[in-house]
């Protein structure tokens, strides 16, 4: 009860008008950043620490979350209207969110992703309020053995990805992992793939690889398929409330609870990030569906899965920061320097010198997810409008804004460059019939995956001591299990082929 009674005056607290007033403020200008690729919560989190500097430590830390949570939410808003992920976290979203859009769904799709993200949130919110410490004990069971059980694992989901065009997909994984290793490799930093370059010594960003991958590609294929007249809309259908009934909500809740104990898991342990929860709970939807053909052509269930387990993420990752110190992803380092600047130290402590300032946390984030589910609904109608742009205005605008984007991640031209590449990448991918999912996954986790499999090997000196790890063991066979399953059916389903 004693910590029911904090959180309720810790609530009480934060909901005074001015500090009110920061927490919507702070999560407008995040949805702001979340939904253009390049400004992502990181750099949205950055440059607000400055600006709290001269707050009182609780209102300080309570606005930086809430600049988090509208971040990482207002991903979806780009990822579904124009195919273009704003954060990494909200890659997933494209897979259905967009092809949802094209057919005149947009309102419906932002619906359900606000909704979803909304549900999410506060899922791992609780979670932190009542049981950090304990997560965070067992955070500190995870390993880079671990860790690389979970990536390999992740890698695995290529094949149920794939199912049906197994080699297609492999071909398409495999690109992606060889263009994860071009750079300065992990641990000892010899550089790989880069043919002399200076520009290639820092690898391939991984926004301006998605930006390209996906909104580029986009671009490309429609000029393609432009007509003549080239004054193309896309049509917008009108919705009640967030354009879905409660019976098809209470169908959805099952994988949106799967989805947020992923993405919760996923942010407790530091480094993995809200990228990789979406996409495997993305991949999870998709393998447990009676109905998996859809996904990838509009499939609501995507939406619900990716969107719960990235934003569920929020609360995973600041489990290490508060309890342990140890930040979870990008956001939350950027936000243990706001911890430093108001004279906190984030950690076990934490809890006994400075209780109020994380019980407001706790409060604010709950606060700030229902201001955001309220913004962003409010605003439902107003972000729909850009699909009602002409297609021969809306796609070079599209591309000027991705160019900005890609150089604002890291101030080189290099990165507005890349972007061609992976356009060019994605648009004949499209052209060969090979799917851009297994290229994505096997690019974001491919350089985890070898940084983790080092680490661990550095460690405990060989690879077979890896097994002497039982959680590392569990992921290792469920992996091995979803290779033999999948191949299991490709083949079953090529012998049947002829007979059809």
Not at 114 to 141: H, T
Request: one cysteine or more; aromatic letters at 10%.
């Amino acid at each position: 009860m004693g910590a029911l009674a904090q959180l309720g005056a810790a609530l009480i607290a934060v909901c005074s008008p001015k500090s009110l007033l920061f927490m919507v403020a702070g999560v407008a200008i995040g949805i702001v950043f979340g939904s253009i690729p390049g400004l992502s919560a990181s750099m949205a989190v950055a440059l607000m620490l400055p600006l709290t500097f001269s707050m009182e430590a609780s209102l300080g830390m309570n606005t930086l979350v809430a600049v988090y949570i509208g971040g990482i939410s207002g991903g979806l808003i780009s990822a579904i209207l124009l195919n273009m992920p704003g954060t990494a976290s909200s890659i997933a979203t494209t897979f259905d969110g967009y092809p949802m859009a094209q057919k005149g769904e947009a309102m419906r799709a932002l619906g359900i992703g606000i909704v979803f993200s909304f549900l999410g949130s506060l899922f791992s919110f609780f979670i932190l309020s009542f049981f950090a410490p304990m997560l965070a004990d067992v955070a500190l069971k995870f390993t880079p053995v671990e860790n690389f059980g979970i990536c390999f694992f992740a890698l695995t989901m290529v094949a149920i990805l794939s199912s049906g065009k197994m080699i297609k997909g492999l071909l398409a994984g495999m690109l992606g992992l060889v263009f994860a290793m071009v750079g300065m490799a992990p641990i000892d930093g010899t550089p790989r793939f880069t043919f002399g370059s200076t520009e290639l010594m820092a690898g391939f960003n991984q926004l301006s690889t998605l930006i390209g991958i996906f909104a580029v590609a986009d671009i490309l294929k429609s000029a393609e398929s432009m007509n003549a007249k080239g004054i193309q809309t896309i049509p917008v259908t009108k919705v009640k409330g967030f354009g879905f009934s409660m019976k098809e909500f209470v169908g959805w809740l099952p994988g949106a609870l799967r989805a947020a104990i992923i993405g919760t898991g996923i942010g407790i342990l530091p480094g993995i990030g809200g990228s990789t929860s979406g996409m495997l709970a993305y991949v999870t939807a998709k393998n447990m569906s009676k109905h998996p053909e859809t996904f990838g052509h509009g499939e609501p269930e995507g939406i619900v899965a990716t969107e719960c387990a990235n934003n569920a993420t929020i609360g995973g990752a600041m489990i290490p920061l508060l309890v342990l110190g140890i930040p979870g992803d990008g956001v939350t380092a950027m936000m243990l320097g706001g911890f430093l600047i108001h004279g906190l130290s984030a950690g076990p402590l934490l809890f006994v010198k400075n209780a109020d300032v994380v019980y407001g946390i706790f409060a604010a984030c709950m606060v700030c997810d229902l201001i955001m589910l309220l913004v962003e609904w409010t605003c439902i109608k107003g972000f729909v409008q850009v699909l009602k742009v002409p297609k021969h205005i809306l796609l070079p605008l599209i591309l000027v804004l991705c160019a900005v984007g890609a150089y604002a991640t890291n101030n080189r031209v290099f990165d507005a460059q890349a972007i061609v590449l992976f356009g060019v990448i994605g648009y004949l991918y499209h052209k060969f019939g090979l799917a851009t999912t297994p290229f994505v996954l096997c690019f974001l986790v491919g350089n985890m995956t070898e940084t983790y499999l080092r680490r661990g090997i550095m460690s405990y000196k060989s690879f077979g001591a890896f097994f002497t790890r039982p959680i590392f063991d569990v992921f290792w066979f469920i992996a091995c299990g979803v290779l033999i399953w999948s191949v299991y059916k490709e083949i079953k389903g090529t012998k049947k082929e002829p007979q059809d």
